[in-house]
Each structure stands twice: as structure tokens, then as C-alpha cells.
């Protein structure tokens, strides 16, 4: 069986910062990759940020230079660091993972439970 524990969601103010983590645990053998979605009312899940194994990173147009996703292989985690957060960035974030159960090739998708985020005055 495999967990995802996401944290860090909550209510801020435009211009506000807030910093999402999700660990992942159990029946893993290896991750490919880890991110970041999100999903506002009415709107289609679309992604925000991922990272690889390697480091290598993809953002959305509307977050660079405001988002920063991070990871940590030792700990299976992975952080989104929000910053100069717009009234826009509000939904439910739902972290993502690509993972080998076994030394076979095969891939699974897992999916957080999404933690809100919601910024206004």
C-alpha cells in the first residue's frame, strides 16, 4: 500500500505566501516523479509543478517565478513553496506520484486527497 500525506494548505492573503508538502510512504521501490495539481470550482485539474528523480522541473506559465517545487529522495517528499500568491491561485491542491512498486518497469499514479488553498481578503 502506498500513503501520500499532504500539509500546508489554509487561507492567506493576496501577496501571501504558503508552502505545501506531501510525503509519500509504503510499498514503494522507487519514484519517477512528484507534483503538484490543482483544481478550482468549475475549472479542469491542471497541473502546477513537477520534478523527477533527476532534478528536472516543469511549471505552469501562470506560477514561474512565483512557485518553487522542491524534493527530497532520501524522504520520498516533495515541497511547493508559494509566493506572491493571486486571488487566481485558489483551489484544491492535490499532490501526484509516479512510482515503481517493484524493480519491475511498470509505473503506478497515486493521487493526495487535496488540501485547499485560498487566497483572499
Known amino acids: 500500500q502506498v500513503q501520500l500525506v499532504e500539509s500546508g494548505g489554509g487561507l492567506v492573503q493576496p501577496g501571501g505566501s504558503l508552502r505545501l508538502s506531501c510525503a509519500a510512504s509504503?510499498?514503494?521501490?522507487?519514484?519517477?516523479?512528484m507534483g503538484w495539481y490543482r483544481q478550482a470550482p468549475g475549472k479542469q485539474r491542471e497541473l502546477v509543478a513537477r520534478?523527477?528523480?533527476?532534478?528536472?522541473?516543469n511549471y505552469a506559465d501562470s506560477v514561474k517565478g512565483r512557485f518553487t517545487i522542491t524534493r527530497d529522495n532520501a524522504k520520498n517528499t516533495v515541497t511547493l513553496q508559494m509566493n506572491s500568491l493571486k486571488p487566481e491561485d485558489t483551489a484544491v491542491y492535490y499532490c501526484?506520484?509516479?512510482?515503481?512498486?517493484?524493480?519491475?518497469?511498470?509505473?503506478?499514479?497515486?493521487w493526495g486527497q487535496g488540501t485547499q488553498v485560498t487566497v483572499s481578503s
Open positions: 509504503g510499498s514503494i521501490f522507487s519514484i519517477n516523479a
Open positions: 501526484n506520484v509516479h512510482a515503481r512498486r517493484d524493480a519491475t518497469w511498470r509505473l503506478y499514479g497515486y
Open positions: 520534478i523527477t528523480s533527476d532534478s528536472s522541473t
